[in-house]
């Protein structure tokens, strides 16, 4: 698990990808189920060039971006870490400095922070 600072944030936008948008539905659904995340969005197909074992690659990929606060990244990050089918996936974690305070409440409501 990744030592995380996240300072003030309460609250957290995890970004991940898969290369197949049933997959990416399934790891979305398992995520709000585990209550690890109160939400998550499905974007793409995207197009991403990356540089992986020696090699510039280009692929389709589904882009997750889930909600859900500083204190359970750790557990998302976990779950996606289990359920991914990439060797070595991106897990991204942004905090999320204002939002709309309804919102923020809902998303705590909803992981059960």
Same mark, same amino acid.
């Given at each position: 698990?990744?030592?995380?600072?996240?300072?003030?944030?309460?609250? $957290? %936008?995890?970004?991940? #990808?898969? @290369? @197949?948008?049933?997959?990416?539905?399934?790891?979305?659904? +398992?995520?709000?189920? =585990?209550?690890?995340?109160? *939400?998550?969005?499905?974007?793409?197909?995207?197009? +991403?060039?990356?540089? !992986? %074992?020696?090699?510039?690659?280009?692929?389709?990929?589904?882009?997750?971006?889930?909600?859900? #606060?500083?204190?359970?990244?750790?557990?998302?990050e976990r779950?996606?870490? @289990?359920?991914?089918?990439?060797? #070595?996936?991106?897990?991204? *974690? #942004?905090? $999320?400095?204002?939002?709309n305070? =309804?919102?923020? @409440? !809902? $998303?705590?409501?909803?992981?059960?922070?």
């Amino acid at each position: 698990m990744t030592e995380v600072e996240m300072g003030e944030a309460k609250f $957290v %936008q995890v970004v991940t #990808t898969l @290369d @197949d948008r049933d997959a990416a539905l399934s790891l979305a659904r +398992s995520a709000l189920e =585990a209550r690890v995340a109160a *939400c998550a969005q499905l974007g793409g197909p995207i197009r +991403s060039v990356y540089r !992986w %074992q020696g090699a510039v690659e280009e692929a389709d990929e589904f882009m997750l971006v889930f909600k859900t #606060t500083a204190a359970g990244y750790p557990a998302l990050e976990r779950h996606i870490l @289990d359920r991914h089918p990439y060797e #070595t996936p991106e897990i991204v *974690c #942004t905090p $999320v400095v204002a939002g709309n305070p =309804a919102y923020l @409440d !809902w $998303v705590a409501a909803e992981t059960g922070q």
